[in-house]
């Protein structure tokens, strides 16, 4: 398999001379783990690394390497037969085909097992510290309790709602989904968690065509622009606050700008800018520990994805230095 270099010395930012750097968890497996030929557009890890390395705010990242998540991570959210035939490799071939990724490569569990790790180091370090942290892949709530779907194989963001009540002592979790596609994953594991809110901005004519029903579903037309997307943004936020969070999940995938190839949003770079700050204003007034999970982003040229989740990752570094500078 082939794999894509990432320059070693830019894994860290001890130089750094911001005071508070954002914490982003990366693996390189998360682009080698997939296979060059897989629909999936790996390459979006290593060239937003690439981008984040070389941009004027990189004083503001510390790049952490995750590790794995263990078995027991994954068996708090989703049920031990499947977990078990995924870590054995024992899927069916019909399992495998609706999750995606394929072909699979030998490094498709270990990197699974990072990219979950990844996400519940983040939590882990905003439980301890506050502010913001992120892991750079990741979003995956299209993966239910018992079976995976939509390039998603087990769900971060249920596991990590999971783990915020029952490990680290949160009494309420709210998952803020704005990935162009529904959280459905994520709204049927959770579905009887009342310490979790999930809510779902989605298009309405997209995947997946047969919808989950989360706490708050708020669908917008094919073809919707900014306007109305970030309507429907600020009503979402409106219903996270009467909730009111001590921590949030921020799924914040990229895959409504226009240019997406899976979007069929028309949403522009600036208004993925306004919705990103919109949250971030909203959790920096409250002071809501926050994780930030890449989710979804498909552009034609990828570039564009890559910009986006770049505009995602600078203003979560200045929110996060904002944040706890107000702390200290």
């Not at 019909?94 to 995606?100: A, H, T």
């Not at 522009?268 to 994780?291: A, C, K, L, W």
Request: glycine residues 6%.
């Amino acid at each position: 398999m082939d794999s894509v270099d990432v320059p070693m010395t830019l894994t860290t930012n001890q130089q750094s001379s911001t005071k508070f750097p954002l914490k982003i968890c990366y693996h390189e497996i998360y682009t080698n783990g997939i296979h060059p030929d897989a629909r999936f557009p790996r390459d979006r890890y290593v060239k937003l690394l690439q981008q984040l390395t070389t941009h004027s705010q990189t004083r503001m990242f510390d790049f952490i390497e995750p590790k794995q998540a263990s078995k027991s991570d994954l068996l708090i959210a989703h049920d031990s037969k499947y977990v078990n035939d995924f870590l054995t490799q024992n899927l069916t071939e019909k399992e495998i085909r609706r999750i995606g990724l394929t072909p699979w490569t030998q490094d498709i569990i270990p990197r699974t097992l990072f990219l979950m790790g990844g996400a519940i180091t983040a939590l882990r370090h905003v439980t301890e510290y506050g502010g913001i942290a992120g892991n750079m892949a990741g979003g995956t709530h299209h993966a239910h309790y018992d079976f995976g779907s939509g390039y998603c194989i087990f769900n971060d963001l249920a596991v990590c709602a999971l783990l915020a009540v029952e490990k680290y002592d949160f009494e309420r979790v709210a998952i803020l989904d704005f990935d162009v596609h529904q959280g459905d994953g994520t709204a049927t594991i959770l579905q009887n968690i009342e310490n979790a809110l999930t809510i779902s901005v989605h298009c309405q004519g997209n995947f997946p065509f047969r919808k989950s029903i989360s706490d708050h579903d708020i669908s917008i037309p094919n073809g919707a622009e900014d306007d109305e997307y970030l309507a429907a943004i600020e009503q979402a936020i409106l219903l996270a606050n009467e909730f009111d969070p001590d921590i949030i999940l921020y799924q914040a995938g990229v895959d409504g700008l226009a240019t997406d190839s899976l979007g069929k949003l028309n949403i522009t770079r600036n208004g993925m800018q306004e919705r990103n700050q919109m949250v971030f204003d909203y959790v920096t007034e409250h002071s809501i520990p926050t994780v930030v999970f890449m989710g979804g982003g498909y552009s034609k040229p990828i570039s564009h994805t890559i910009d986006a989740f770049t505009d995602l990752f600078v203003a979560a570094a200045i929110t996060n230095e904002k944040m706890l500078s107000k702390l200290s």
